[in-house]
């Protein structure tokens, strides 16, 4: 069973960058849909940002240009690369997959049903 993990949230400043990452376990490969999805307080979860089962990748408008996904196989792991923070983007952030969408460009992102625990992003004025 995919379980995971994220880590690499914290606090900043405007302006600041910040990595996180997405550790996955119970899976020997990673060519399946994935992405990152956001909820700040009081609000709706948003998703930021997908990786498709080929590797290809689309983003949301707000992270375009300041946000960066990829995946290592190697590894295990998904990485959101936020540069440009903006105190909007504080949010708790979460990993979530569906490892039945496997290969192909595209992903149904309302249909990822593993998630992981969240890992907070402040970013301050």
């Known amino acids: 069973q995919v379980q995971l993990a994220e880590s690499g949230g914290g606090s900043v400043q405007t302006g600041g960058s910040l990595t996180l990452s997405c550790a996955v376990s119970?899976?020997?490969?990673?060519?399946?849909?994935m992405g990152w999805f956001r909820q700040a307080p009081g609000k709706g979860r948003k998703g930021v940002a997908a990786?498709?089962?080929?590797?290809?990748?689309s983003y949301v408008d707000f992270a375009k240009g300041r946000f960066t996904v990829s995946r290592d196989g190697s590894k295990n792991i998904m990485v959101l690369q936020m540069n440009n923070l903006k105190p909007e983007d504080s949010a708790m952030y979460y990993c979530?997959?569906?490892?039945?969408?496997?290969?192909?460009?595209?992903?149904?992102?309302?249909?990822?049903?593993?998630w992981g625990q969240g890992t907070l992003v402040t970013v301050s004025a």
């Open positions: 979530a997959a569906d490892p039945s969408q496997v290969g192909g460009d595209w992903c149904d992102l309302n249909a990822l049903n593993v």
């Open positions: 990786i498709n089962g080929d590797g290809s990748t």
């Open positions: 119970g899976s020997t490969y990673m060519n399946y849909c």
